[in-house]
């Protein structure tokens, strides 16, 4: 999958789980810069990459994702 | 690049400042906490007391004496000026740093102690209540003497002239746009009535201190010495004692050859509660009563 | 000698003086020392249990780092995480588990027949107990490596200003620290000392003051009205926000003093609009430690479970922060509360951003303000339960009180008139600090006028309204 697709992908899971239907992902994006994006919902966007793309995590892969660019990385990473 | 001596430079101007401004506002508060020195006005009665009574009874105690004994009562009783010290969360070291300024003055002809547990049990905050002697540090020394016994931090932290009045800041403001004028000669009657059952306490778990008891010897010690009757009270309470804290005091004063009346559990007031303000406070009743009992027992002895 | 202490206005300028005249390679072992002095002087007979901790810690982490098998790599670990956690548990739960299995089995009526301990709790064991848990964990799930230098483990865990109350630092942070060989850095000095004055300021003018008027209250619950309850209650987070607040700025003023840096504790909590909110701006350093090692490893293996998962790793994470705080009921009740209370806003989350964004409430100042309030009343109803008193009977009655009784308000002039003093100037500069960062900046003002000025007149404050002796008590009438 390219990388424009993945970020496609993970637009529609953020802006579903956030309620946010004008969030554009960039690659510095963290959770500071967004609304409602915190240890609660993270887990369930996580939850939601999985069920999407059909990969699954380990918990060290969580620890490593500092920001977007680094989630669709790891994600790509699984494909 | 700054380096530390520049960091060390910044620090010794800025407690010199410090200090400056300290002694400047501690000068001002100085001034201000004893503007009010008028011989029958409770503006400052921590003044009144070490400095300036001339009464022939004195009565030293804490809250329960400030609320119990009506000096008028005395007066009329025993034909003598009567004055009552009592101070709010007063012990036995302030009760002797006050009686030494009094005995450096003149001799009263008698001295009423009332006493509380605090005055021979050991409690948290022993000394903390003597900060309200801070200012009278450096001009008294039964004062110095008291104030210093926690260690030797107090006579560092007593250097500031701020800190000497430390959280008196509003009673400075209060008292010197509202002086009072209360002319009850030291005593504050509690207007209200208690209504409830009595309680009985457990009252143990709690430990002697030596201390207080060497400086309840020295109080009584100086006071005798300088010939002055010494009575020793402890005011009734509104509640059952299944054990006797005051025995100890008790076997104390026995020794000694003091007088001691306890009227903690007398049944004359135990089971009034409309005698009472709180469980350990008379009301102005109970307090015109308790004055008559002790004042009665004064005169069949003189 | 806590900072609080006559001896610790000693203590620090001799640390300080000492720390830059040695040679850098030399001064993380002055810490150490340092660190041992200070805690020998509290606490003698635990520095030894320190020391113990500090050894398993450091040899365990090293044990993992060298085994091969991810099996083996597993059973060492938590073989260490048992050894680290045993003096916590001991020292601090063992009464209590101890009452309450005996309770629960006397329902049973079985006797148990343990006696009692009644230990004293050796100081900071719950803060440094974390700090190596979390470099054990670390380790293990190789975020970091293994210290081969066992003094700057040893130093991690007894540095000074942290090992009494925090904030709860990581080895990844804090050793790379230790061993640079930094040059005295004015402008992080100066900051420092900045922070230790407010500290002092939050501590001794704040929450010392406060705390004479609440526990008069609190203390004597049964005699006092629904309204002083009602008022304590709303006043106790300001108390807790200038102590533990007070005493981690002191503690991240003078490692910065010392050129070391330390993540904060606080980020004016009480701006919060949401609980969630405010967990990510209050006791940030348990908080994010709690994140990291218990709530995402839990809900993470949780998830597909989805919202049902994050609560339950909720609950567990804020039951396992109230049992932190203390060994008693109470606690463990304040901590559930927390976690319930978060779970809502997760399970609501939906519903409550639909509604904001369909009226816009976000941009509207009073709905703002609401949402503070709202979340300010909840945190400190539950604080009732997190420390106020001490029996879930006492809470309770309090709570009951507050609802049904309304005499008068109890008050002691002179103690309100100087806290809220304190309070007013408080709440200003977090104001400012959370809505004009940049502007009518006093500390850190360009004019050198106006910062010395600020300075001496909040170290004026301090002595002329802060509270010394550990307690000008209130005469207590009612």
């Not at chain 3, 009205?225 to 991240?252: E, H, K, R």
Request: glycine share 6%.
């Amino acid at each position: 999958m390219e990388k424009i697709e993945i970020v496609k992908n993970l637009t529609v899971i953020f802006r579903s789980v956030l309620k946010n239907d004008s969030l554009v992902l960039t690659d510095e994006l963290t959770a500071n810069d967004v609304d409602h994006w915190d240890s609660l919902s993270h887990m369930l966007i996580i939850s939601e990459i999985e069920n999407k793309f059909s990969i699954k995590f380990k918990l060290k892969d969580l620890n490593k994702m500092r920001n977007v660019g680094d989630m669709i990385e790891i994600i790509s990473s699984k494909l | 690049m700054k380096g530390i001596k520049d960091l060390y430079k910044k620090l010794f101007f800025f407690i010199f400042f410090l200090g400056v401004l300290d002694f400047g506002i501690g000068s001002i508060l100085e001034h201000f906490y004893f503007t009010e020195r008028s011989l029958l006005n409770e503006s400052n009665k921590l003044d009144y007391s070490l400095n300036q009574t001339s009464e022939d009874i004195l009565i030293f105690g804490s809250s329960t004496a400030y609320h119990g004994y009506v000096p008028k009562i005395f007066e009329d009783s025993l034909n003598m000026s009567c004055y009552n010290m009592g101070q709010n969360l007063m012990n036995i070291f302030y009760h002797y740093a006050v009686l030494n300024s009094v005995l450096q003055r003149y001799t009263p002809k008698i001295i009423l102690l009332d006493l509380t547990a605090w005055d021979f049990v050991k409690t948290g905050n022993d000394f903390d209540i003597l900060s309200d002697l801070y200012p009278f540090y450096f001009s008294n020394k039964s004062v110095r003497e008291v104030v210093d016994i926690p260690g030797w931090s107090e006579k560092f932290k007593i250097l500031s002239k701020t800190y000497r009045y430390n959280g008196k800041l509003l009673f400075i403001m209060k008292h010197n746009i509202i002086p009072s004028n209360d002319f009850q000669k030291g005593y504050l009657p509690l207007r209200t009535e208690l209504k409830e059952d009595i309680t009985t306490f457990a009252s143990d778990g709690f430990v002697y201190d030596s201390l207080k008891f060497s400086y309840l010897d020295k109080f009584i010690g100086k006071a005798i010495a300088a010939g002055c009757k010494v009575v020793v009270v402890a005011a009734p309470s509104y509640g059952i004692y299944t054990k006797n804290q005051f025995s100890e005091l008790e076997n104390f004063l026995d020794e000694i050859n003091i007088e001691f009346l306890n009227f903690r559990n007398d049944t004359t007031f135990t089971n009034h509660s409309e005698y009472f303000y709180d469980i350990t406070h008379v009301n102005s009743t109970g307090a015109e009563l308790l004055t008559l009992k002790v004042a009665e027992r004064l005169k069949s002895q003189l | 000698m806590v900072f609080t202490s006559f001896n610790f206005l000693i203590f620090f300028p001799a640390v300080i003086v000492i720390y830059y005249i040695l040679p850098k390679n030399f001064r993380w072992v002055f810490l150490l020392v340092a660190s041992y002095f200070f805690y020998i002087n509290i606490s003698p007979v635990y520095t030894l249990l320190l020391a113990g901790v500090t050894t398993v810690t450091y040899l365990f982490t090293r044990w993992i780092e060298k085994t091969e098998t991810e099996k083996k790599k597993k059973l060492i670990f938590l073989l260490g995480i048992i050894l680290t956690l045993f003096p916590l548990f001991f020292f601090k739960y063992f009464d209590f588990l101890n009452q309450s299995i005996f309770a629960l089995l006397s329902v049973f009526g079985l006797r148990w027949p343990l006696p009692k301990l009644g230990l004293l709790l050796p100081v900071g064991i719950s803060f440094y107990t974390f700090m190596a848990l979390g470099y054990l964990i670390d380790v293990y799930n190789e975020n970091i490596e293994a210290e081969k230098n066992p003094g700057i483990v040893a130093l991690f865990l007894s540095f000074f200003p942290i090992v009494l109350s925090g904030p709860i630092e990581r080895a990844g942070n804090m050793f790379s620290q230790f061993k640079a060989k930094t040059i005295f850095n004015y402008k992080k000095a100066v900051k420092g000392l900045q922070l230790i004055l407010w500290g002092y300021f939050m501590k001794l003018v704040i929450a010392d003051r406060l705390a004479i008027y609440l526990s008069a209250i609190f203390s004597n619950s049964e005699h006092h009205s629904g309204t002083s309850l009602l008022f304590a209650t709303l006043l106790y987070p300001i108390q807790v926000y200038g102590d533990l607040g007070g005493y981690s700025l002191i503690a991240i003023g003078c490692a910065n003093v010392m050129g070391i840096d330390i993540i904060p504790n606080f980020k004016r909590p009480f701006f919060s609009t949401s609980m969630s909110e405010f967990w990510r701006r209050w006791h940030l350093s348990l908080i994010t430690w709690l994140i990291d090692y218990v709530y995402t490893p839990i809900s993470f293996s949780l998830r597909k479970f989805k919202v049902w998962g994050i609560v339950i790793a909720l609950m567990l994470t804020f039951f396992i922060s109230g049992v932190w705080h203390g060994a008693a009921l109470t606690f463990i009740i304040w901590g559930l509360i927390q976690g319930a209370v978060l779970s809502i806003d997760a399970l609501l989350r939906g519903k409550r951003v639909n509604i904001e964004n369909r009226y816009a409430l976000k941009n509207k100042w009073w709905y703002t303000l609401f949402c503070c309030m709202i979340t300010y009343v909840i945190f400190a109803f539950s604080l009732i339960f997190g420390g106020a008193v001490d029996s879930v009977s006492k809470t309770l009655e309090i709570i009951g009180k507050i609802f049904t009784d309304s005499q008068s308000l109890f008050i002691d002039d002179s103690t309100l008139v100087y806290s809220f003093t304190g309070i007013i100037l408080l709440f200003l500069s977090d104001f400012r600090d959370e809505f004009f960062p940049d502007k009518f900046k006093l500390f850190e003002n360009e004019n050198i006028l106006i910062r010395w000025g600020a300075y001496l007149s909040i170290s004026i404050l301090i002595i002329l309204i802060g509270v010394f002796n550990g307690g000008q008590f209130i005469y207590f009438q009612f």
